[in-house]
């Protein structure tokens, strides 16, 4: 498949990838998952290897990036701070120039965004950032793809988070879409709201792509929305702060009235995943006719495969 040459990048955040790169993963994701459906296996990791290391746990972050690599032949490995000197006994920089030795990438979920960037430089070889305190770009890149195949292309279309507007989903949220032309509205209370510092890096992007990138705490900007988006009300680290969170957010609750709110009868619910149901979004949302969530999780994988063939091998390969 044509298009820009990024064997050998890292993925670490969304910002310093072009539209272009970020519309090419989507097309290998888009053929990935045509490939999964009919059955077809290439193999095309045989003989490399990949480093997993996780200080969070994780369903779909870590099931992804196993299958994706493991179906192709390739051989991942799980390795969680009980396993490996990460910053410990030994310098993290040390560690990476070891795992940048004995492995062909690697994949990282934890908490700080410093630690996956000095994986990447000491390493030597492309680093994937699953998800640290401050992004998650892998999840982005399902978003959008589940929206582009609701909608067919998602340039122009409202997706609208409701929740907690300063975790790292809405930051990768606010990015991508700042980029491809997705106009993203986060309705957050005010003590929720994304840091100011986030929109002064974005404005190049929405003048060149027209995107409209609002924050308000005003529940009914939900109207036209075309996707309505959640997460989790505490978000893995901050369990103390629960009733705090559910004192503000309460009112934020995706449920049924917040849908009608919308004025869309083709509107979409969209999660990350793990869901509190009864929480952030009601049974009804969640299990009924408008929910894509199965659909969004499954493309996690088909992103994450697309990220590693893109900057593991040649184009002629995939």
Not at 20 to 30: K, P, S, T
Not at 44 to 65: H, Y
Not at 222 to 247: F, H, P, Q
Request: aromatic share 8%; hydrophobic share 35%.
């Amino acid at each position: 498949m044509q298009g820009p040459d990024i064997k050998g990048r890292s993925l670490l955040n969304l910002k310093n990838w072009t539209p272009e790169e970020i519309r090419f993963l989507l097309r290998i994701a888009v053929n990935e998952k045509k490939n999964s459906r009919e059955g077809i296996i290439k193999r095309r990791f045989e003989g490399k290897t990949l480093a997993m290391i996780f200080e969070k746990r994780s369903t779909r972050t870590r099931c992804s990036f196993e299958t994706a690599f493991g179906e192709e032949g390739g051989h991942p490995v799980f390795l969680s701070p009980s396993d490996i000197q990460l910053g410990g006994k030994e310098s993290l920089e040390d560690t990476a120039r070891v795992l940048g030795r004995m492995f062909s990438a690697i994949e990282f979920r934890g908490f700080s965004q410093k630690t996956v960037e000095e994986l990447a430089e000491k390493s030597g070889i492309p680093v994937y950032n699953g998800l640290t305190d401050e992004y998650h770009p892998t999840q982005a890149l399902a978003d959008i793809m589940t929206l582009s195949e609701e909608f067919g292309s998602p340039v122009g279309k409202n997706l609208c988070f409701v929740g907690d507007g300063r975790n790292n989903v809405v930051r990768s949220l606010i990015i991508i879409c700042a980029k491809l032309g997705v106009n993203c509205t986060v309705v957050s209370p005010e003590a929720l709201h994304p840091e100011p510092d986030l929109f002064e890096e974005i404005n190049p992007w929405i003048r060149e792509s027209g995107a409209k990138i609002t924050v308000t705490a005003d529940i009914s900007a939900v109207n036209n929305a075309d996707a309505i988006y959640t997460d989790v009300w505490v978000s893995m680290g901050e369990e103390d702060k629960k009733e705090e969170r559910v004192a503000l957010l309460s009112p934020y609750q995706v449920n049924d009235r917040l849908f009608e709110m919308t004025g869309n009868k083709n509107c979409i619910f969209l999660h990350c995943l793990p869901a509190v149901k009864g929480e952030e979004v009601t049974v009804s949302v969640f299990e009924g006719p408008s929910s894509r969530v199965w659909e969004q999780a499954e493309n996690r994988k088909h992103t994450i495969k697309a990220i590693m063939l893109a900057t593991l091998l040649n184009q002629d390969v995939y």
